[in-house]
């Protein structure tokens, strides 16, 4: 209340409706008596303004239409002022009606009343609306004649909300240099319909066409919600016809708060992921990190740093990141604090291998969950380097296990891998084994073991996207190991908010698999970064296959054989139907001899042990 006794522009607007409203109640007795209005009439209208007036404000008031800018005047605002204003008549109506029972009242009146007051507020308000509008057109279009060559025509794919929401910003904002000349979409019933006075021209076939007849500039695409299928369509469509294309963001990353709704950015590899929105249990999710001290290892990673974010919007106590990269560990600690300024952030610069830093902060900051990301996932490095999968993946994961054990905390969420599934290289054999070593650690006390598994993210440091951008910068050629190779993908918002999801189901041993949807060739997908680069594969840029390199093969699996496989309550979660029964205790003695091996860099004799631990394992 104090902040509007000190605002300026609210007693201007308070003044204005006054007088309308008082103008609304005078107009209603001056069109209902045709103009005369009698001396009794008009002292009524005199008396009763005086507290009909200050009611109809204070509805005003109450249903906030004093909180927005005129300016920005829309639908919802209309909502709200229909309601104060059917509020305000009924109150009216309400209070004549118990002191007079309408006795000397025209009836009439309150309805003519209820219907001007109405239309002058809606108008005064939609008119400010369009004064600012005409006054952002005439700015731009004295911009425009200044800088006429800067101006585009471009051509909007998708008549639909997105599309519309495109045209206003367009409009409204001078420093997009864009002229908009007209929309395609494939449905039948918007065709030469208008959107914001701007045509639908045609449908996607059309484009080439309309391209050349209304010399267009450039195309954005604004089907937020479109599928894989769809976005490939689209831009081969673009591409034929031969002139620059981008996209506005998907959907997640407008509900992730990453971008804003109305951003144009060029077309990439993960808009032909697009799958619809991971639906969220938000409740779910924040009864068991709301409030708590959190542990994310590996937190300056691709799949660690990105649930430190998602974590943070969940208002944790404390995020604890455990991070043996100090560049990657600053980075993420400066970002967390500045898009979370009242959040708490422990930078914990530690090796998962070194146990006693650990244990120091297992008792500093006492977690009450762990999500555990730190590990190494190159394949071929840790063919060449299989000790170190040992100390790292393997010995690391079981230092976090046994601190989670002696420290009673809350969950535990392994973030493991599908090369984990009847793997043929060292990375996933150990991680099969911190599965399985999770699976141990399970059911000796309260606190809720689990992991989850999934294929590859886009984008995370050592995919194949960077790799391929990489190489077709330098002009090529692409590198491709096998022509017949797929691999899942996931983008990894996507992945980190079912992985939070996940956390939240488990009730102790339970390996989750997140539904990854189709296996995608990579050599498709090098085709298709070629092309988004702007390139012809096999002409432009050559694609060679180079063989499969060390412990690689050919597909991954989620599940492997006996593995029973169950919904839970999340449509993109699944769960293993299988628990261990090896103890701890019954996994050191395993591990023993792998550290013994590890350390005398016994390569050989490593892989033979991972097999006595992991059966299914078959190095190629």
Known sequence: MFYFARNQNFWIMLIGD???????????????????????????????????????????????????????????????????????????????LLLYRFAGFSRGVFVIDFMLTLLLMAG???????????????????????????????????????GAKLVEEVRENPKLHYDVIGFIDDDPGKLYQRIHGIPVLGILED??????????????????????????????????????????????????G?????????????????????????????????????????????????????????????????????????????????????????????????????????????????????????????????????????????????????HHIERFVLVSTDKAVRPTNVMGTSKRIAELLMQAYAGFNHTRYMAVRFGNVVGSVGSVIPLFQKQIERGGPVTVTDPNVTRYFMTIPEACSLILQAGALGEGGEIFILKMGVPIKIADMARDIITLCGFKPGEDI????????????????????????????????MVLNTKSSTSPDAMDSYLKKLVELAETGDAVGIRKHLKTIVPEYSPN
């Open 207 to 256: 484009m080439k066409e309309i391209v050349r007849e209304y010399q267009v500039d450039e195309i954005v695409i604004a089907i937020s919600s479109a599928s894989t299928v769809e976005m490939r369509r689209i831009i081969n469509l673009c591409k034929a016809a031969d002139i620059p294309f981008k996209t506005v963001p998907s959907m997640w990353e407008v509900l992730e």
């Open 542 to 573: 050559d694609i060679v296959y180079t063989g499969l390199r060390p412990g690689e093969k050919l597909y991954e699996e989620l599940i492997t054989e006996g593995e029973d496989i169950k919904k839970t309550q999340h449509d993109d979660i």
């Open 258 to 406: 990453r971008v804003a709704v109305n951003t144009i950015r060029q077309v990439r590899y993960e808009d032909l992921l697009r799958r619809p929105p991971v639906c969220l249990n938000l409740k779910q999710i924040g009864g068991y990190l709301t409030g708590k001290n959190v542990m994310v290892t590996g937190g300056a990673g691709s799949i660690g740093s990105e649930l430190c974010r998602q974590i943070s919007r969940f208002k944790p106590e404390k995020l604890i990141i455990v991070e043996q990269n100090e560049s990657g560990l600053y980075d993420i600690e400066l970002s967390l604090a500045a898009q979370f300024p009242g959040m708490k952030i422990v930078s914990i610069l530690a090796s998962i291998q070194n146990r006693t830093l650990l244990e120091r902060a297992f008792e500093n900051h006492r977690p009450n969950v762990v999500f555990h990301a730190a590990a190494y996932k190159h394949v071929p490095m840790m063919e060449y380097h299989p000790w170190e999968a040992v100390f790292n993946n393997v010995i690391g994961t079981r230092n976090i296990l046994d601190l989670c054990h002696r």
């Open 124 to 162: 005064d308000r939609l008119m400010i609306r369009l004064y600012y509008a005409q006054a952002f057109t005439n700015k731009k279009f004295l911009l425009s004649k200044k800088s006429h060559s800067k101006i585009k025509k471009v051509l909007v794919i998708g008549a639909g909300n997105m």
């Open 18 to 96: 006054a007088i309308l409203v008082s103008l609304s109640y005078y107009l209603s007795y001056y069109l209902r008596f045709d103009g005369n209005i009698s001396p009794k009439d008009l002292d009524v209208l005199a008396r009763t303004a005086l507290w009909i007036v200050p009611i109809k404000l204070m509805s005003f008031f109450i249903f906030d239409m004093y909180k927005g800018l005129w300016r920005y005047t829309g639908l919802h605002d209309i909502v709200k002022l229909i309601k104060a204003c059917i509020v305000s008549s009924a109150m009216i109506a309400m209070i004549i």
